[in-house]
């Protein structure tokens, strides 16, 4: 953008932009504005396809006879059920262990109670929304902005990584077994094919370390 003010630039932030770039046009910073959009699209597409996949596992679920239902509700509520599915979803990815698995599952019991309330056909809420009412939650509605900020930027970070790991896991499946379960049914559900391919090769390539 031309308009260098700092009064307008501090108000499109606060109206929600996130990367602001002034000219002259400095390449590096480009490239940088670029990449966090394309992690940023990543990371939301992957949180979409957890939810979804959940619901499809909810979805299931309601389709029991009325009895079997009685009888499931019984022992285990359906909030309980949600999340025990998310669980079991992050094994399959192979993440379960990882720090920012708590902080998936965090954002996911958000979003179920969010669909409770909204349900997600009227749009699937923002990333920043999720963390900054997940932060709030964790640090009370005293907290700072800059103490709020660092929260939610660990969170990503640890997000991202367990995202990585995950990526990790199923092309390692993929490349022992191309035919594997989880390597089917999790591989192009939660990453670019490509992007999966390019791991595989990666893993392939890297040197093995003999043994002692």
Do not use: C, W
């Not at 900020?149 to 970070?157: D, G, L, M, P, T």
């Not at 990585?164 to 896991?169: A, T």
């Amino acid at each position: 953008s031309q308009v260098e003010s700092k009064e307008l630039i501090a108000e499109a932030y606060s109206l929600g932009v996130e990367y602001y770039i002034i000219k002259p046009i400095n390449r590096i910073e480009v490239l940088t504005v670029v990449r966090k959009v394309i992690e940023r699209i990543r990371l939301e597409k992957s949180i979409k396809n957890i939810q979804e996949s959940l619901n499809m596992v909810l979805k299931l679920d309601s389709n029991l006879s009325t009895q079997e239902k009685y009888r499931s509700e019984k022992h285990l509520n359906t909030f309980n059920h949600f999340q025990n599915s998310i669980h079991f979803l992050l094994s399959e990815l192979g993440i379960a262990s990882e720090s920012g698995s708590k902080d998936l599952m965090d954002m996911l019991d958000y979003l179920y109670k969010y669909e409770q309330d909204n349900t997600l056909e009227q749009g699937f809420p923002s990333l920043k929304e999720i963390f900054m009412n997940l932060a709030q939650k964790k640090l009370g509605d005293s907290a700072e902005d800059a103490e709020l900020k660092r929260f939610i930027e660990a969170s990503k970070q640890r997000i991202r990584r367990a995202i990585y790991q995950s990526l990790n896991h199923l092309a390692s499946l993929g490349l022992t077994d191309f035919l594997n379960p989880k390597f089917e049914n999790y591989a192009s559900r939660f990453f670019d094919f490509t992007t999966v391919r390019r791991k595989m090769t990666e893993l392939n390539n890297e040197p093995t370390v003999p043994a002692r």
